[in-house]
Nanobody, 127 residues
Framework: QVQLAESGGGLVQAGGSLRLSCAAS????????MGWFRQAPGREREFVAV???????????YYADSVKGRFTISRDNAKKMVYLQMNSLKPEDTAVYYC?????????????????WGQGTQVTVSS
């Protein structure tokens, strides 16, 4: 079992930055793919970024086109933490952001490919 807890959300003006953190439990954290997803009101949960397990080519990163160049995902396996650095934020980035863990370890981008989820943290970007 893996438990995930997000933090770092809040209210920020457009153009600003936030750093989300996700604390994980479990002994095999480094073997999981770790992803960030978001869900805006009235919309489906969507992929934001993933960082693969170290066994998958050393922990590669992939991003949704909408955040590429602005967001950076990283992980610290020793601390069992995953981060999402969000820069140049836009009002359309407003959503609840979720951390997720996938036991397959690879480049999972679909919601159904993840096995564990956090409760989410609200990010609001004002114009």
């Amino acid at each position: 079992q893996v438990q995930l807890a997000e933090s770092g959300g809040g209210l920020v003006q457009a153009g600003g930055s936030l750093r989300l953190s996700c604390a994980a439990s479990g002994r095999t954290f480094s073997s999981y793919a770790m992803g960030w997803f978001r869900q805006a009101p009235g919309r489906e949960r969507e992929f934001v970024a993933v960082i693969t397990a170290i066994s998958w080519n050393g922990g590669r990163t992939y991003y949704a086109d909408s955040v590429k160049g602005r967001f950076t995902i990283s992980r610290d396996n020793a601390k069992k933490m995953v981060y999402l650095q969000m820069n140049s934020l836009k009002p359309e980035d407003t959503a609840v952001y979720y951390c997720a863990a996938g036991v397959r370890g690879g480049t999972s981008r679909a919601v159904y490919e993840y096995d564990y989820w956090g409760q989410g943290t609200q990010v609001t970007v004002s114009s």
